[in-house]
């Protein structure tokens, strides 16, 4: 868990400006993506009751590249001079919002649809699985948010928020990962998404791992 908490990427946050266009912040533009993509497939599949499934797994699949960035930005930004970094360094503390904000719309293409829809033979309806899920889900989400804020640490202290990220971002890397593993590994039709998303979380904590070595060791070096 310590690994995968990076509380050094959680510094300030700054907004985009594109051209003419209002200023806005890398979570809102997140956001905003994912709910123009989850619509569009909704959409481009009638909304019927398979377009809205698939809309909700394209929710939930952006978030996880998300995710992704958000773990790997920091350690890839302290040890290499990649033009990107200079521009996502201001926005640190916005990548994890975004992620936050980003599962937020898949939470909500999981609500919405299974409430308002009728129910049939095929559709139970928002079931109380779903909801024991999304309100979890939730209530971790906004959890990690809050943590993630200047105000939570300035007031509740950095090592109680530093855990409670710690501990969201191990549940959602476990949930990522193990996904991708059980249907690697079971009869499911193929989809190449569960083997890019075990993948990429073993490279995320990898990185992790060799950032927090670096960091010990320059201290060490540094010590002696």
Same mark, same amino acid.
């Given at each position: ?11 300030? /946050? ?9 200023? &806005?912040?890398? +979570?809102? &533009? ?15 599949? %009638? ?7 698939? %809309? ?7 978030? &996880?590249?998300?995710?992704? #960035? ?12 990649? %033009? ?48 024991? &899920? ?20 300035? +007031? ?9 990220? #710690? ?17 690697? /590994? #079971? ?7 569960? #083997? ?25 070096? /540094?010590?002696?």
């Amino acid at each position: 868990m310590v690994a995968l908490d990076d509380s050094a990427v959680l510094d300030t /946050s700054h907004q985009l400006r594109i051209g003419k266009l209002p200023p &806005f912040t890398l +979570s809102a &533009f997140t956001a905003s993506l994912a709910g123009v993509a989850t619509v569009a497939v909704m959409a481009a599949n %009638g909304f019927s009751e398979n377009g809205l499934r698939l %809309g909700s797994q394209t929710a939930w699949r952006f978030a &996880f590249f998300v995710f992704f #960035g958000a773990l790997v930005a920091g350690p890839l930004c302290r040890v290499t001079p990649f %033009g990107l970094c200079r521009a996502l360094g201001p926005q640190s503390r916005q990548l994890m919002w975004s992620f936050c904000a980003a599962l937020g719309v898949y939470l909500a293409s999981v609500i919405v649809p299974n409430t308002l829809g009728p129910q049939s033979l095929h559709h139970e309806g928002l079931t109380a699985g779903m909801m024991l &899920f999304v309100a979890f889900c939730g209530v971790l989400t906004a959890t990690m948010a809050y943590a993630a804020t200047a105000h939570a640490g300035n +007031s509740l202290g950095e090592r109680p928020m530093r855990a409670i990220r #710690g501990v969201g971002i191990t549940y959602f890397w476990l949930t990522y990962a193990l996904t991708g593993l059980s249907h690697i /590994s #079971g009869p499911h039709r193929p989809d190449m998404f569960y #083997g890019i998303s075990l993948g990429l979380m073993i490279v995320a904590l990898l990185v992790c791992f060799a950032d927090r070595f670096l960091i010990k060791w320059k201290g060490q070096t /540094s010590s002696v």
